[in-house]
């Protein structure tokens, strides 16, 4: 099911949710609505409409983000991590690969004749590990103020979500990207994603729960959307 607005084709989906929910995906800036199956189609239209100007800001932002030339990981290339950037040095030699990240150096060991891809993938285990070394203490902080328990975390590559919860099994994922923004965006999705285990829903009660615990969750938020 879709709808057309001047010229965008929206993409309608019922799910067995409260609210009306609205994405602009990358790559290529499709438009999606997830509606409660209650809701007829001149209320989402209407939904739709009122959001048309933030729609044409978001596929304008994803096509210049697309336009943005692809990293070669070579020498001299900038590399966020933790909210910092850094300039990669790539070093090559014939020990096993790995990373340094140095006062504003990030050095990249790799044997010789090693692909941009294969070097990508040395970078992002790299970041893996810094994440499995970040996570666990943050998690249990947070179950003690919170008073839940996470049985399980992963962390995986995610397109549009910085993190998910699955409240029946305890289990929270979290973006691979976290590793490149700043300690305090990490800890917001960690606390988003623990208060699901109370809220399953982004209804009042799971806004004031993160109002209570982390009073600039918004303002965090805000960071992660740039």
Request: net charge positive; glycine share 6%; with cysteine.
């Amino acid at each position: 099911m879709k709808i057309e607005l001047e010229s965008i084709t929206i993409h309608i989906e019922r799910k067995h949710i409260k609210n009306i929910h609205l994405r602009v995906y990358p790559p290529d800036g499709r438009v999606g609505i997830s509606a409660p199956w209650h809701t007829d189609m001149g209320k989402i239209r209407g939904f739709a409409s009122s959001k048309l100007e933030w729609i044409k800001n978001q596929q304008e932002k994803i096509r210049k983000y697309c336009q943005t030339p692809q990293l070669q990981y070579g020498s001299g290339e900038i590399h966020p991590c933790w909210g910092n950037k850094y300039r990669l040095q790539v070093v090559e030699g014939d020990g096993p690969p790995h990373v340094a990240l140095l006062e504003d150096v990030f050095e990249l060991h790799v044997r010789r004749e090693t692909t941009a891809e294969k070097r990508k993938e040395i970078l992002d285990a790299w970041y893996r590990t810094e994440l499995k070394k970040a996570i666990p203490p943050l998690i249990a902080s947070w179950e003690k103020q919170l008073g839940v328990a996470v049985a399980e975390f992963g962390i995986k590559k995610m397109k549009t979500k910085w993190g998910t919860c699955n409240y029946r099994a305890g289990r929270i994922w979290l973006n691979l990207e976290l590793a490149k923004k700043s300690p305090s965006c990490l800890e917001y999705i960690v606390v988003h994603e623990m208060s699901h285990l109370l809220e399953p829903n982004h209804g009042k009660q799971f806004k004031a729960l993160l109002d209570q615990h982390l009073p600039l969750w918004r303002l965090i938020k805000e960071e992660l959307k740039q």
